[in-house]
T-cell receptor, first 114, second 109 residues
Framework: NAGVTQTPKFRVLKTGQSMTLLCAQD?????MYWYRQDPGMGLRLIHY???????AKGEVPDGYNVSRLKKQNFLLGLESAAPSQTSVYFC?????????????FGSGTRLTVV | DAKTTQPPSMDCAEGRAANLPCNHS???????VYWYRQIHSQGPQYIIH???NNETNEMASLIITEDRKSSTLILPHATLRDTAVYYC??????????FGKGTRLSVIA
């Protein structure tokens, strides 16, 4: 039982390149989330999904797109990377709307845009 | 719009209780208080949550004041492995977690 797995763990991109970050969970969770964390800051919500085929914007959605084609996967895309998107990206999942459903986080993807 | 206020940093001697305060003076009746922690830039880890009663689990205790405007997370016997950033989050059932800057707890040998 792996929990939440993020791929890749590290990546360096050139400005203007595109890439997709993959988040996979094996807990049959309904809800999934993408956060970013800049140095010395708390996590900020980018996008989230409340079920297969659904997505919603979070606090800082600009410059990112997401897709949830399968329940177990949540993809975060950067169409044209910018240095301001250098950050650590965390994916999380939760069972559902119940207040007792704690979040399970992945170990993060460290992205550098040069 | 920050819903919680936490001190930026605290120190605690190893083996002593660590008491981490959080102010949430604008909390509404259906909002819970959650605590998470983040060790060495790993993904955050759930600790505990509560509505109005005090709560205890194997990791910590949560004390919520009667007016619910503040709370304290207690780690009863802090160890070096408890050094982390601790986040106090106010949350209702329909909204995703929103993190502030948290409190950086340093446990000192």
């Amino acid at each position: 039982n792996a929990g939440v797995t993020q791929t890749p763990k590290f990546r360096v991109l050139k400005t203007g390149q595109s890439m997709t970050l993959l988040c996979a969970q094996d807990m049959n969770h309904e809800y999934m989330y993408w956060y970013r964390q800049d140095p010395g800051m708390g996590l900020r919500l980018i996008h989230y999904s409340v079920g297969e085929g659904t997505t919603a914007k979070g606090e800082v959605p600009d410059g990112y797109n997401v897709s949830r084609l399968k329940k177990q996967n949540f993809l975060l895309g950067l169409e044209s990377a910018a240095p301001s998107q250098t950050s650590v990206y965390f994916c999380a999942s939760s069972k559902g709307r119940r207040i007792d459903d704690g979040y399970t986080f992945g170990s993060g993807t460290r992205l550098t845009v040069v | 719009d920050a819903k919680t206020t936490q001190p930026p940093s605290m120190d605690c001697a190893e083996g002593r209780a660590a008491n981490l305060p959080c102010n949430h003076s604008t909390i509404s009746g259906n909002e819970y208080v959650y605590w998470y922690r983040q060790i060495h830039s790993q993904g955050p880890q759930y600790i505990i949550h509560g509505l109005k009663n005090n709560e205890t689990n194997e990791m910590a205790s949560l004390i919520i004041t009667e007016d619910r405007k503040s709370s304290t997370l207690i780690l009863p016997h802090a160890t070096l492995r408890d050094t982390a950033v601790y986040y106090c989050i106010v949350l209702s059932g329909n909204t995703p977690l929103v993190f502030g800057k948290g409190t950086r707890l340093s446990v000192i040998a």
